[in-house]
């Protein structure tokens, strides 16, 4: 079974923006910070929140942002817009509040660039990548067969392989002759052809959406889920003024997460009752980091 922890580091990599979030989310929260981020129009807009206006120094806290993203070095994502403000009360719309109005809405905003890894980090990633892939796969123990048993086996797998070989050539020789024999001079019929094929081939991009579309909601809810009983688990044992804020930090994770899963999912009204309750427990881990 694949660690979790990898398999979020490479869903990241891929571009989920969810997955990037958790990853944020975990090391800011060490700072005192939260984020929150929404993928539009080509840029990563990129929401930090904390308590207070210290905890949000910009130049600080942009670096400690680029070296993250560009650690986790996502696809298809190379600009950031990182705005910050105070901590509020959860909105769902919170980009186009920031948009309409940023002048009472932010302390600052900064776009930035993320610089691609040289082909060599690239390479050495990808490899550690196939590794991880690798031993994710928990393969049985094989039992030792007898010699004497070996050989009949081997015996059996030429005479299969001899027959798979024989069917294939067969099978090529028959689409060869099959294919001189229905070549046809006849400009209109091979026309007919050519526009009764182009519906399949154009049903074909449809389908892969509508399949994308259901992973990115699974994924989504399965996300909340699983950083809502992480910060379940974390409030139970959390002390000091830090521990809460991390716990606040997931628990706002989640409930962003459980409010974007789309209307189309069989478990919608679930998610949208969720949503209100983990941002409930947010803001009450938030009250118990300022009572510390």
């Given at each position: 079974m694949a660690n979790p922890i990898d398999d979020i580091a490479r869903q990241a990599r891929e571009g989920s923006v969810a997955s990037i979030i958790q990853i944020l989310n975990d090391e800011l929260a060490q700072v005192g910070v939260r984020a929150r981020a929404v993928f539009a129009d080509g840029v990563l807009q990129l929401l930090c929140e904390a308590a207070t206006p210290q905890l949000l120094e910009e130049s600080s806290l942009v670096d400690r942002v680029r070296e993250i993203l560009e650690r986790i070095s996502p696809h298809n994502i190379r600009r950031v817009n990182i705005n910050s403000r105070l901590v509020r009360e959860h909105q769902l719309l919170w980009l186009e509040e920031i948009s309409r109005d940023p002048e009472n809405q932010l302390l600052w905003s900064q776009e930035i660039k993320l610089r691609k890894p040289n082909l060599f980090k690239r390479l050495a990633l990808s490899n550690h990548h196939e590794r991880q892939a690798v031993a994710g796969k928990r393969a049985l123990?094989?039992?030792?067969?007898?010699?004497?048993?070996?050989?009949?086996?081997?015996?059996?797998?030429?005479?299969?392989?001899?027959?798979?070989?024989?069917?294939?050539?067969l099978a090529a020789a028959a689409a060869?002759?099959?294919?001189?024999?229905?070549?046809?001079?006849?400009?209109?019929?091979?026309?007919?052809?050519?526009?009764?094929?182009?519906?399949?081939?154009?049903?074909?991009?449809?389908?892969?959406?509508?399949?994308?579309?259901?992973?990115?909601?699974?994924?989504?809810?399965?996300?909340?889920?699983?950083?809502?009983?992480?910060?379940?688990?974390?409030?139970?044992?959390?002390?000091?003024?830090?521990?809460?804020?991390?716990?606040?930090?997931?628990?706002?994770?989640?409930?962003?997460?459980?409010?974007?899963?789309?209307?189309?999912?069989?478990?919608?009204?679930?998610?949208?009752?969720?949503?209100?309750?983990?941002?409930?427990?947010?803001d009450k881990a938030q009250q118990e980091s300022q009572n510390k």
């Open positions: 123990p094989r039992m030792a067969i007898p010699r004497s048993m070996q050989q009949p086996r081997q015996f059996q797998r030429g005479i299969v392989g001899g027959i798979s070989l024989s069917v294939l050539l060869i002759y099959k294919g001189l024999n229905s070549q046809v001079p006849n400009s209109t019929q091979a026309s007919t052809q050519a526009v009764a094929s182009a519906p399949p081939s154009e049903a074909k991009p449809a389908l892969k959406i509508s399949k994308e579309t259901v992973n990115s909601a699974v994924d989504s809810f399965a996300q909340a889920v699983r950083v809502a009983e992480q910060a379940a688990t974390e409030g139970k044992t959390a002390q000091s003024r830090q521990d809460w804020l991390v716990v606040a930090a997931k628990w706002q994770q989640a409930s962003d997460l459980m409010a974007a899963v789309p209307s189309k999912h069989p478990r919608y009204t679930t998610a949208q009752n969720r949503t209100a309750l983990y941002r409930e427990n947010s």
